[in-house]
Structure formats: structure tokens, C-alpha cells
């Protein structure tokens, strides 16, 4: 995994490690450190801070020993970079779930994204989580657009062991999404995952559409699944998403195949929304609560 983005600051400790840490020595391998960002999907915004921050902090800073000048860079490098990844809002799903329990309320999780993001599967996974943690889940079949979605969320319930709360193509994915909370309400179940149709976030129509479905069902949080191999896509995806119908957290999906790894450190960045989950391969286990210290520590080794 972002074995590109690993390579980049590797490079960058190497060379800012060999130089005088002078303004007019750093300037110039951190602008081309940015490039490299950019072309590894990091936002420019972010290629940006990350590069000032950096430039900012070492400017001048006095180091005799080599090998205490690379530890003095790769510090700086690690705490810039949690900067950008961290937010002031933390989300603990087992935290939020484990309250609404002890009040007999079920957590009401709605999922959106456009198609293609691995959404539905994504919903499956987080079903196995909380399964995993002694959590009863019932799933929302709300995306009554998309051919097959209904029948798709079925199978992921069915190889699950899960209820799931149907409606018809073409029906209201509103009514879907509060009947199964309803459902849950009435039968005790701790956790409803709602699925909503894929959509461009330029359609307004369907962004309306899920505009409506929050002030109907009123979700504890809603969730944007967002593809990390689309690079800089994915940036404007969740700013989009966050401003139409806002969003609480996000989960990257595909990660496992992710060898740029600019799309993490940017959409935590852009939305101030942490990232709560990574999609690390096709198994129902393979997702992975997101850690950003861990995350630094990986791309900094």
C-alpha cells in the first residue's frame, strides 16, 4: 500500500537531511516535494500546508550530527502530517453504539457515495464489524434506483445471517429507511445500516433525495464511502457530499490496491471529517478501523 507516497518522503528526508537547513536551500526541494504530492492524488491545498509547515519548522533550525538532523526532519515530517490528518471531531462507533444500546435505541448509520465505490459491500463489512462486537444489525435497502442493488444488499444478508428491510424499485427510499428503523426499535436491534442510491454528486435531484431521507430517519451519522484509487476525485467527491447533504466520517475503499495513498491524507483534510474505516480486500473482515497515528508510522517507514 502507497508505496509511491512512502517513496516521496523517504526522498525528501533524504535530501532535506543532506542540505543546510537554510530557507533558500529547503525552499526548492519542497517545491518539488509538492509536485510530487500532487502527482501522488494528494490535494494541492494539502501539498501546500504540508510543504509550508515544513519549511516553517526547520528553517533555521541547528543540527551538527547527521543522523540528529534526520531525526529532527522525520519528527517534524510525522507531526505536520498528523496535523493534516487529524480533526477536532473524534468518532468512536463501538463508543456511540454501546450508548444509544444502554438507552434501548438503535444507531442509525446512512451510507452514501456514488456507485462504483464499493458501497454496498463496504455496508456489509461494517455489519460484520459490529457483528463481530455482539452488535444486532438490520440492514435498509433504500436505494430503490439502481437495478440490482436490492437483490445485491440481499445476498451480503443472506451469506450473513442478516434481516434486511426491503422496498420496490421506484418506491420511496425514505419510507424504506424509517420502516427499518422501526423494525429495529420494535425487535431490540442495535444497529441499522442504511443503504441510499449511488450518486453523481452533481445531480441534484438525487442529492435532494437524500436531503430528504436525513430529515425523515434523522441518522446518528451519515457515512461517505469513497474509492481511494480515484485520486483526486474522491476530494472533490467528499467536499461535495459534505456541503449538499453533510457527512460525519468517511471509509476508503480499495486501499489494498492503493499504491499512491494521496487520497487519504487529503480527505480527512478537505472535509475536517475523519476517515473512520479502510477497505483493505474483498472478505467481510477486511476492514480495518482507521488510525491516523498508524497511518503516519506506516507511510514515514
Known amino acids: 500500500m502507497f508505496e509511491k507516497l512512502k517513496s516521496g518522503f523517504k526522498g525528501l528526508v533524504n535530501k532535506v537531511t543532506t542540505t543546510e537547513l537554510k530557507a533558500a536551500n529547503l525552499?526548492?526541494?519542497?517545491?518539488?516535494?509538492?509536485?510530487?504530492?500532487?502527482?501522488n492524488d494528494v490535494a494541492f491545498p494539502v501539498a501546500d500546508?504540508?510543504?509550508?509547515?515544513m519549511e516553517k519548522r526547520l528553517t533555521g533550525v541547528q543540527v551538527k550530527r547527521l543522523e540528529d538532523r534526520k531525526k529532527v526532519v522525520e519528527e517534524n515530517l510525522r507531526q505536520v502530517l498528523l496535523e493534516v490528518m487529524l480533526t477536532n471531531k473524534r468518532v468512536d462507533?463501538?463508543?456511540?453504539?454501546?450508548?444509544?444500546?444502554?438507552?434501548?435505541?438503535?444507531?442509525?448509520?446512512?451510507?452514501v457515495g456514488i456507485n462504483g465505490t464499493g458501497k454496498t459491500t463496504t455496508i456489509?463489512?461494517?455489519?460484520?464489524?459490529?457483528?463481530?462486537?455482539?452488535?444486532?444489525v438490520v440492514l435498509a435497502a433504500s436505494d430503490t434506483y439502481r437495478a440490482g442493488s436490492i437483490e445485491q444488499l440481499d445476498e451480503h444478508a443472506k451469506r450473513l445471517g442478516l434481516r434486511i428491510i426491503k422496498g420496490v424499485y421506484g418506491g420511496d427510499p425514505a419510507a424504506v429507511a424509517y420502516d427499518t428503523i422501526s423494525h429495529a426499535k420494535a425487535h431490540g436491534t442495535n444497529v441499522v445500516l442504511i443503504d441510499t442510491a449511488g450518486r453523481m454528486q452533481t445531480n441534484q435531484n438525487l442529492m435532494?433525495?437524500?436531503?430528504?431521507?436525513?430529515?425523515?430517519?434523522?441518522?446518528?451519522?451519515?457515512?461517505?464511502?469513497v474509492d481511494s484509487l480515484i485520486g483526486n476525485d474522491a476530494v472533490t467527491q467528499a467536499e461535495e457530499f459534505n456541503r449538499c447533504v453533510g457527512i460525519d466520517g468517511t471509509i476508503l475503499t480499495k486501499v489494498d490496491a492503493d499504491v499512491k495513498g494521496g487520497s487519504a491524507l487529503s480527505v480527512t483534510y478537505v472535509t475536517q471529517k475523519p476517515i473512520l474505516f479502510i477497505g483493505v480486500g474483498q472478505k467481510y473482515k477486511d476492514l480495518e478501523l482507521f488510525n491516523p497515528e498508524k497511518f503516519v508510522q506506516m507511510i514515514l517507514r
Not at 435532494?208 to 464511502?225: A, G, M, S
Open 27 to 39: 525552499h526548492p526541494i519542497l517545491e518539488n516535494f509538492k509536485m510530487n504530492l500532487v502527482e
Open 93 to 111: 462507533l463501538l463508543e456511540i453504539a454501546s450508548a444509544k444500546r444502554s438507552k434501548k435505541e438503535p444507531l442509525v448509520l446512512l451510507f
Open 208 to 225: 435532494n433525495e437524500l436531503q430528504k431521507i436525513k430529515r425523515v430517519v434523522f441518522p446518528d451519522l451519515t457515512i461517505l464511502t
Open 124 to 136: 456489509a463489512k461494517v455489519a460484520e464489524f459490529f457483528r463481530s462486537k455482539n452488535f444486532s
Open 49 to 53: 500546508r504540508i510543504c509550508e509547515e
